[in-house]
């Protein structure tokens, strides 16, 4: 038992180191100040659209003001005591309160799931996009469904699978689904569609063998026949079970705010179907060091003596993720992405009802005859689960064996949905959490809605936050769209020397302009990366786009917006290459990805 349980514990610790330095490397990969190679000459651009070369290092001075219009937009779902969905209300039956104070609403407009209307033309050749809205068919609403096996027992995702399956046979012709799987890395298994067979071979992708973060979470207690052994065991394991618990937070807060990077170009509601048992929302640090039969306390001597002791009295230290939840809360409000947590678990049973599943007989009756407490299945993680649906207007569905039904329900939401606009009055930009409340003027509605925003003031990100930005857009498994953009790619031999030419079209909406004298200037820095056909990172550039604009030019650029131009050297294996790039004012960020095996060689 005692070289089981050495390597049972050299094996946990080896893992958790191994992602331990795993994340720390990521963090250096755009160090600040990397250089690139010099870019080559512009090409003549389209008529009217102001192209620039992007170049290496360059700095420009932040300038004290910027353009910008505070608008806040709330997507709302408004509904009977039925469950009904209310179809006929007028911008004169809301009501917006910010902090309580009633807001004026400057547009007011009613969504209803449909296709757009038209087709557009297939994109030409060596031509790469982020733009959903340049695609034929978008819908006016889009679902994400999320498998998530970072967080969750495969034995749980199983049933879950069996439950989308159900629900894909009923889903409508204007509904369109995107399928993702969540486990060491975010994975697209299937973009938005509405092929119902697509969609199933999708759900059968995501199958995944047990995932060791879900697997460790899961502290069982030890049972060696030694209470010491048993003691250091489970404090070893509980430790263990933190780290990994905190790993799972950042790594889910991560995907999350990639999800929303990924959609929240595209126009009216989104929503966002977690299927997972979620993260808890703090953990006690304190709980591996103090022995489970010191809660067990029978009498007033026993209490006295424990204090005594110290054993079990001290406040225990927490350790709360709410930074990574309020992290991807906000992404995803800013994105306009409701999120709807399903829990994989099902009904969660009653402590009479707690079988062999996770402890034995044998366990719970152990330690010299003393009672360790029933391991019933967390419902700690329900706090997530409801907080992250009320921070984005969605809503948690658990305890419930009926998980098609769940996923129904959270699409059936985006059907009707009314969007209301308005300028806060508030002035009080100082980055704290405005709360929004919204009331409907007709009895027995139940409105749901994001809970508020976060207040941020003007301010363009530090370099360190630029990169940061850069290196999310860079690292996620889709392509970032707040910014808008469309390449053109040519591959090139010079002399055994292959390099890509990329004209990249950026749209100016996303693209702050800063007043400097008699002209305007934007500056966006990017990150060009290569990697090969084993995703192993090869090369990492960081030029920088500057543009000036002139007065009479500022008038037409909505229309033309900018180009700038990159020439990369490709090392040898690279098979794909992605161009981010990150607003110097105000972080917005977009990338797009040159498939390299999809271009043919062309020549000088």
């Known amino acids: 038992m005692g070289v089981t349980a050495t390597l049972f514990l050299a094996r946990r610790w080896a893992a958790a180191l191994t992602l331990f330095v795993a994340t720390a490397s990521l963090t250096f990969l755009l160090a600040p100040g990397e250089g690139s190679q010099a870019m080559g000459q512009a090409s003549p651009s389209a008529p009217g659209a102001a192209t620039e070369v992007a170049t290496p290092g360059t700095q420009v001075p932040a300038p004290a003001i910027r353009v910008n219009t505070r608008l806040v937009e709330v997507n709302v779902v408004v509904k009977d005591r039925k469950g009904n969905p209310i179809t006929d209300l007028t911008k004169d039956d809301f009501t917006v309160l910010d902090g309580n104070k009633p807001q004026a609403i400057s547009d007011f407009s009613v969504q209803a799931?449909?296709?757009?209307?038209?087709?557009?033309?297939?994109?030409?050749?060596?031509?790469?996009?982020?733009?959903f809205e340049d695609q034929t068919g978008v819908p006016t609403s889009v679902t994400v469904v999320l498998f998530d096996a970072l967080n969750t027992h495969f034995r749980d995702l199983a049933y879950a699978r069996e439950q989308m399956l159900k629900f894909i046979a009923q889903i409508h012709p204007e509904d369109r689904v995107a399928i993702f799987g969540l486990a060491d890395d975010l994975v697209v298994l299937q973009g938005f569609t509405s092929d119902q067979q697509a969609l199933i071979n999708a759900v059968r992708k995501s199958t995944t063998p047990e995932n060791e973060h879900a697997e460790a979470t899961d502290v069982q207690p030890s049972d060696t026949a030694s209470s010491n052994l048993d003691e250091f065991m489970d404090q070893v394991n509980q430790l263990s079970s933190d780290f990994y618990d905190r790993d799972s937070a950042i790594r889910t807060s991560e995907a999350l705010t990639a999800i929303a990077s990924y959609i929240g170009r595209l126009p009216g509601r989104k929503n966002l179907i977690w299927i997972s048992s979620a993260f808890p929302l703090e953990i006690n640090l304190d709980k591996a060091m103090t022995h489970p039969s010191t809660t067990l306390i029978s009498d007033e001597s026993d209490t006295s003596a424990a204090t005594d002791a110290g054993a079990s009295t001290a406040q225990p230290d927490r350790e709360t993720f709410d930074d990574e939840l309020e992290a991807a809360a906000e992404a995803l409000?800013?994105?306009d992405i409701a999120v709807y947590p399903v829990d994989a678990r099902g009904l969660m049973p009653a402590p009479s009802m707690v079988s062999s599943r996770h402890v034995t007989p044998v366990t719970r009756a152990s330690r010299g005859g003393q009672m360790t407490p029933i391991d019933l299945p967390s419902t700690g993680n329900f706090d997530t689960m409801n907080e992250i649906a009320d921070r984005t207007g969605g809503r948690a569905f658990y305890n419930?064996?009926?998980?098609?039904?769940?996923?129904?329900?959270?699409?059936?939401?985006?059907?009707?949905?009314?969007?209301?606009?308005?300028y806060p009055d508030h002035g009080e930009w100082d980055g704290k959490f405005r709360e929004i409340k919204i009331k409907v003027d007709r009895p027995g509605m139940d409105a749901r809605y994001r809970r508020g925003y976060f207040a941020v003031a003007d301010a363009a990100p530090a370099p360190v936050k630029r990169h940061v930005l850069l290196q999310g857009a860079l690292n996620s498994p889709v392509?970032?769209?707040a910014i808008g953009?469309?390449?053109?790619?040519h591959v090139f031999d010079d002399a055994g020397v292959q390099s890509l030419r990329v004209r990249i079209h950026l749209d100016s909406q996303a693209i702050a302009l800063v007043p400097d004298g008699d002209h305007w200037h934007a500056v966006v820095d990017f990150a060009v990366a290569q990697w090969d056909t084993k995703n192993k990172l090869l090369k990492v550039q960081t030029p920088s786009f500057v543009r000036r604009v002139t007065q009479a030019q500022l008038a037409t650029l909505d229309k033309v917006g900018f180009d700038v131009q990159f020439e990369t050297d490709l090392v040898a294996g690279a098979s794909r290459v992605r161009y981010a790039g990150c607003d110097e004012q105000s972080g917005a960020t977009g990338s797009v990805t040159i498939p390299i095996g999809s271009l043919a060689l062309d020549s000088r």
């Open 113 to 131: 799931t449909h296709l757009t209307a038209g087709l557009v033309e297939p994109a030409a050749k060596n031509t790469f996009t982020n733009r």
């Open 485 to 489: 953009m469309t390449a053109v790619a």
């Open 479 to 481: 392509d970032s769209s």
């Open 333 to 335: 409000d800013n994105a």
């Open 400 to 422: 419930t064996n009926d998980i098609a039904g769940s996923v129904q329900k959270a699409i059936d939401d985006s059907r009707v949905t009314y969007v209301l606009s308005y």
